[in-house]
């Protein structure tokens, strides 16, 4: 006889029908396992279709195609005594003087005109593109390789880390970027990586306080919480959850920060702080042009000025794009309605 009380039952749940071993075999034939990758394939997909219904930032990337093959194509490229690219689009050496044809105006022969020691004008802006676009894109580069993370670290760790960093964001900030600029050119010397050093160095800055200032947001989200509870290491947080989204900003002020850069590169070539003399950059070939322009010889100056005004103007046609297709309210307004 049992002892039992039937009331004892009460409150249980009792499951009838669970089988372990079919949901062993269930596990064995489906990955339950979540794709990381899918929300952010997706979110890159759904921005590159608002970029693209943006015209005017489709024309600004297509110029900047359009400049940068014509740059590359320009002349043949050599490295290491081999030639790996040959093909030359530019009509004449930018390097080869013809007292012939001193100072002549734009003509069939010349479409660009000569500058005042017979040097083909568009021959030089076409290999000109390739120190300006390459100084533009690489130091930006290097730029975001150096702020993004101090300014993660800063924003995350905080305490003495963020001070250490800040201060040191807040004394470079009090100089002008330029006349940094300037003084670290007078240090290092000119020269094309100098050059890229000195805006690097210069550039770092607002990347890393932009960064920054996102992260302390970021980092209070409860996704971040769930991690650091789950064991996760600080460097895979940083990196791996906090930057992801916290990165949007930073695109942004890259694309629109290489106009920046290019129009600094041109404003040290013009100052005679830029490239070695005679070189084929259009902030060089602006300071040697200067002169001529109050004499009537537009052409020197104007196309390599024109190429500038062209490449920064398309430049900030794509980051207007790109802020329109990364901007997190770009869904809100009904912008996805209708694409499938």
Excluded: C
Excluded at 204 to 211: F, N, P, S, T, V
Excluded at 219 to 234: C, F, I, S
Excluded at 284 to 299: A, D, K, P, Y
């Amino acid at each position: 006889m049992s002892n039992r009380n039937p009331t004892d039952d009460r409150g249980r749940i009792r499951v009838t029908g669970f089988n372990a071993e079919s949901l062993e075999k269930r596990d064995e034939l489906f990955d339950w396992t979540p794709d990381r990758t899918v929300g952010a394939k997706s979110r890159r997909a759904r921005a590159w279709r608002r970029f693209k219904r943006n015209r005017t930032a489709l024309l600004g990337l297509a110029i900047i195609v359009f400049m940068a093959v014509v740059a590359v194509f320009a002349r043949p490229i050599e490295l290491a005594g081999v030639t790996i690219q040959p093909i030359s689009l530019a009509p004449f050496d930018p390097g080869a003087s013809n007292f012939n044809a001193l100072k002549q105006p734009p003509s069939a022969t010349h479409p660009f005109g000569t500058d005042w020691s017979g040097k083909d004008i568009l021959s030089r802006v076409m290999v000109g593109g390739r120190f300006s676009l390459s100084i533009g894109f690489i130091t930006v580069s290097l730029a975001l390789l150096i702020g993004v993370p101090m300014g993660a670290i800063a924003g995350y760790f905080g305490g003495w880390i963020d001070e250490a960093i800040m201060r040191l964001v807040d004394i470079l900030y009090a100089f002008p970027f330029l006349v940094l600029a300037i003084a670290l050119i007078a240090v290092l010397g000119q020269g094309f990586w100098n050059m890229i050093l000195a805006l690097v160095l210069v550039g770092w800055i607002g990347y890393a306080r932009l960064i920054r200032g996102e992260i302390l947001s970021v980092k209070e989200n409860e996704y971040v919480t769930a991690a650091k509870a789950l064991g996760a290491r600080d460097r895979t947080i940083i990196f791996r959850h906090v930057v992801p989204n916290a990165i949007a900003p930073v695109i942004v002020q890259a694309t629109l920060g290489i106009g920046t850069i290019v129009l600094s590169a041109a404003a040290l070539g013009f100052l005679g702080l830029g490239l070695d003399p005679g070189t084929a950059e259009w902030g060089s070939m602006l300071s040697n042009g200067r002169e001529t322009l109050v004499q009537g010889q537009w052409w020197i100056t104007v196309f390599p000025g024109l190429a500038i005004f062209t490449f920064v103007l398309a430049i900030n046609l794509v980051g207007d794009g790109v802020n329109d297709a990364i901007d997190p309210q770009g869904d809100a307004g009904g912008g996805e309605r209708g694409v499938r």
